[in-house]
């Protein structure tokens, strides 16, 4: 990411070696005003034009609850374009991680009661 104010660019991809060969601007990352924030649980809602992404952390600490607590913290909303973009991004991340730590298995499981949009 890189910061204008100082100038600095800490190397993250800004569109590959042909960009100025192609026309395309240069992509600077502004993390001046950027937090950081940490979730342990996600959710995903969508609609035709738009899809929400849902954060959070898991506040059950004691297995066999009959009421899981999930404080949500934040709620980014993406065009449906913007969420394909991030998908393949994610997915491809992943299978770099698998590749350099082994595969990761997770289920997905949808709580009883929960509706999908």
């Avoid at 899981?68 to 991680?97: C, E, G, H, T, W």
Wanted: aromatic residues 6%; charged residues 25%.
């Amino acid at each position: 990411m890189a910061n204008e104010k100082s100038g600095k660019e800490t190397g993250a991809p800004t569109g590959g070696p042909n960009q100025e060969a192609t026309g395309q601007p240069k992509i600077v990352w502004d993390d001046s005003d950027m937090r950081s924030a940490y979730a342990n649980v996600a959710n995903v809602a969508g609609g035709r034009e738009e899809i929400v992404l849902l954060f959070g952390m898991n506040q059950a600490w004691q297995a066999g609850q009959e009421e899981i607590k999930v404080k949500l913290s934040d709620r980014i909303v993406l065009s449906p374009f913007a969420a394909k973009r991030l998908a393949v991004l994610l997915n491809n991340v992943l299978k770099n991680y698998e590749s350099q730590y082994g595969k990761l298995e997770v289920i997905a499981r949808r709580p009883e009661g929960a509706t999908v949009q």
